[in-house]
T-cell receptor, first 111, second 114 residues
Framework: EADIYQTPRYLVIGTGKKITLECSQT?????MYWYQQDPGMELHLIHY???????EKGDLSSESTVSRIRTEHFPLTLESARPSHTSQYLC??????????FGSGTQLSVL | AQTVTQSQPEMSVQEAETVTLSCTYD???????LFWYKQPPSRQMILVIR??????QNATENRFSVNFQKAAKSFSLKISDSQLGDAAMYFC???????????FGKGTSLLVTP
């Protein structure tokens, strides 16, 4: 049902590497979100966007950055990955508050 | 601050039995949405059920139903005739009119035993 895609599904990378997690949706949604899910499974909002050229930081401080140059694309970048960045990253989109569509997530492991 | 509390980190139910997962939330707003999401081991977040605060009638979706008590700020999920495939993490979530995104509880891990 959900046309929102995240790549890669799994990523294992060494400390200090720059990484970009991709998120794309084909539903034309203006609102997009990144959640970080820690090993204890709790979800925290780290970034959100209400449209092109709009990005905001979420409730949990994150060293990652995001961009929104096209409506359908909302990538997340870590300039220098560290073991503390090891987590599951979930991308989501919505039209309004009635429903949030989630991608399958990227499981990031930084060694 | 608007918070969502799930007081049961883990629950267990036998196949075909009924289980209720608890959720409370804290807000001063009257207009909001409440949700239950399921996250199986695949980690895909799946919407189970949604409740609009202005609707007094409890939402139902097949074997899933909620008990929405607005005055008590309580939103519990009842799963009837539990199946092995119901085993997952269940997250209660809240989206107020003034909010910019979903706020999630910490989750309840549901185990279904044969």
């Amino acid at each position: 049902e959900a046309d929102i895609y995240q790549t890669p599904r799994y990523l294992v990378i060494g400390t200090g590497k720059k990484i970009t997690l991709e998120c794309s949706q084909t539903m034309g949604h203006d609102k997009m979100y990144w959640y970080q899910q820690d090993p204890g499974m709790e979800l925290h909002l780290i970034h959100y966007s209400y449209g092109v050229n709009s990005t905001e930081k979420g409730d949990l401080s994150s060293e990652s950055t995001v961009s929104r140059i096209r409506t359908e694309h909302f990538p997340l970048t870590l300039e220098s990955a560290r073991p503390s960045h090891t987590s599951q990253y979930l991308c989501a989109s919505s039209v309004n508050r009635e429903k949030l569509f989630f991608g399958s997530g990227t499981q990031l492991s930084v060694l | 601050a608007q918070t969502v509390t799930q007081s049961q980190p883990e629950m267990s139910v036998q196949e075909a039995e009924t289980v209720t997962l608890s959720c409370t939330y804290d807000t001063s707003e009257s207009d909001y949405y409440l949700f239950w999401y399921k996250q199986p081991p695949s980690r895909q977040m799946i919407l189970v059920i949604r409740q609009e605060a202005y609707k007094q009638q409890n939402a139902t979706e097949n074997r899933f139903s909620v008990n929405f008590q607005k005055a008590a700020k309580s939103f519990s999920l009842k799963i009837s005739d539990s199946q092995l495939g119901d085993a997952a993490m269940y997250f209660c979530a809240f989206w107020p009119n003034s909010g910019y995104a979903l706020n999630f509880g910490k989750g309840t891990s549901l185990l279904v035993t044969p």
